[in-house]
């Protein structure tokens, strides 16, 4: 099955300062990929995804990049807010079937913005 | 915009009691998923239904089983509680007919198993 490695586990910057998470996944199948954003005691909400058939998406201060050769994804956030603190997760999902439309997550990244 | 929904939001149960979590997806969203996140973890699926029908299954325990109903809810039933359950239990849906079947998740159910 799938495995998806996400690193740094945690993570502290300034405030304005960019942040990188990234994370690296083992199944070639795989063509969608998830970021979530989870606050304490909520659920995880996207943030922002792209497809294998993309290499980079931005929507305002975050953007995604795909390297489908060497299996491996990245999130960035710039000019980071303390409202961006929180537990960030990257995921994976495989080719749409009949089922298998699971997600596998990464292990998470703690981000926190310093004033 | 409405999200998913999800009942109770807190649970508290004893050893070997059962438990029933309950899941209203955004509605036109024909796809369910459950998942289970422990403390400091990530999300892991437990199982997924499309129209009504059992669509995928990971790492649900024997003593768990879930259905979705004709109106798209679904619940996640829970047996024979152990400690080792206590967890957060988050529901999330998606339409399958979009094309990336994007997965939105609910706020999520609290449960404590003393």
């Known amino acids: 099955g799938e495995n998806v490695e996400q690193h740094p586990s945690t993570l502290s910057v300034q405030e304005g300062d960019s942040a990188v998470i990234k994370c690296t996944y083992s199944d070639s199948a795989s063509n969608y990929f998830p970021w979530y954003k989870q606050e304490l005691g909520k659920g995880p909400q996207l943030i922002i995804d792209?497809?294998?058939?993309?290499g980079e998406k931005k929507d305002q201060r975050i953007a995604v990049t795909l390297n489908k050769t060497a299996k491996h994804f990245s999130l960035h956030i710039t000019e980071t807010q303390p409202e961006d603190s929180a537990v960030y997760f990257c995921a994976a999902r495989g080719i749409l079937t009949g089922g298998g439309n699971k997600l596998t997550f990464g292990t998470g990244t703690q981000l926190k913005v310093e004033l | 915009a409405a999200g998913v929904i999800q009942s109770p939001r807190h649970l508290i149960k004893e050893k070997r009691e059962t438990a029933t979590l309950k899941c209203y997806p955004i509605?036109?969203?024909?796809?369910v998923y459950w998942y289970q996140q422990g403390p400091g973890q990530d999300p892991q699926f437990l199982i997924s239904f499309y129209e009504k029908m059992q669509s995928d299954k990971g790492s649900i325990p024997d003593r768990f089983s879930a259905q979705q109903f004709s109106d798209y809810h679904s619940e996640l039933n829970m047996s024979s509680l152990e400690l080792g359950d206590s967890a957060l239990y988050f529901c999330?849906?998606?339409?399958?007919?979009?094309?990336?079947?994007?997965?939105?998740f609910g706020p999520g159910t609290r449960l404590t198993v003393l």
């Open positions: 509605p036109r969203h024909d796809t």
């Open positions: 999330a849906s998606s339409l399958r007919a979009l094309s990336l079947n994007t997965q939105y």
């Open positions: 792209i497809r294998s058939n993309v």
